[in-house]
């Protein structure tokens, strides 16, 4: 099962415009990050926020994470067609003996930026 | 240099066949991580290895499904007596150590398709 969900399931925006997306999450976690994913193939890590962070910058992507409320956002300033992908926020729980650093993703959101 | 490389691109199958799917890590990346993703959903953890042990196998849907990292580098995701609802991209994914905070680094998958 999937550890939490991600708001909007679909965002359409045009060239130039911010996108938001959100995360929500169930359990207490290590860090929360993100990744994009083009054609349902490979994913590419974009941004990794410790869970004493607040907020964290890398290029046109900002991430804030509120580990009270269980959430995390993502925005892309300026979006670009190239930013035309799935982004999922993905959690590395706290306190499972030998978990490792397994992943639990949610469910994406979907991204079309249109030119 | 190079990054996770998973072999076949894409498997198609019959059911109640046995299959295996391929991945090699970064060279040198100790662990090493099993996930599956069916459409339109994000991807779900299977197994994961520390060196040669599978150190998590808590994410295998059942008997059928087996992994095997024999040297501590390649792995093979083994699946006996594929049925339908098995089709979905096998995603494998490495990083240098386990711990909280060293990113996976992902393959494209393996898109398995069961008949």
């Known amino acids: 099962s999937q550890q939490g969900e991600e708001d909007p399931q679909a965002l359409s925006i045009q060239e130039g415009e911010n996108a938001t997306m959100n995360c929500s999450y169930k359990?207490?976690?290590?860090?929360l990050q993100w990744y994009r994913q083009n054609s349902g193939r490979g994913l590419v890590h974009l941004i990794l926020i410790r869970s004493n962070e607040r907020e964290k910058h890398s290029g046109r992507l900002r991430v804030t994470l509120d580990t009270s409320k269980k959430s995390s956002s993502l925005l892309i300033t300026a979006s670009r067609a190239a930013d035309t992908a799935s982004y999922f926020c993905?959690?590395?729980?706290?306190?499972?003996?030998?978990?490792?650093?397994?992943?639990?993703f949610g469910g994406g959101t979907r991204v079309l930026v249109k030119p | 240099g190079a990054g996770v490389s998973q072999t076949p691109s894409n498997k198609v199958t019959e059911k109640g066949k046995y299959v295996e799917l391929r991945c090699d890590p970064i060279s040198g990346h100790t662990a090493l991580y099993w996930y599956r993703q069916s459409l339109g959903q994000g991807p779900e953890f299977l197994i994961y290895?520390?060196?040669?042990?599978?150190?998590?196998d808590s994410g295998l849907p059942n008997d059928r499904f087996f992994a095997v990292r024999p040297e501590g580098s390649v792995s093979t995701l083994k699946i006996q007596r594929t049925e339908r609802g098995d089709s979905a991209v096998y995603l494998c994914?490495?990083?240098?150590?386990?711990?909280?905070?060293?990113?996976?680094?992902f393959g494209p998958g393996t898109r398995l398709t069961v008949l």
């Open positions: 994914a490495s990083s240098l150590i386990s711990g909280s905070y060293n990113e996976q680094f």
């Open positions: 359990t207490s976690i290590n860090n």
């Open positions: 290895f520390q060196g040669t042990g599978a150190a998590d």
């Open positions: 993905a959690t590395d729980a706290t306190g499972i003996k030998a978990a490792g650093n397994k992943l639990t």
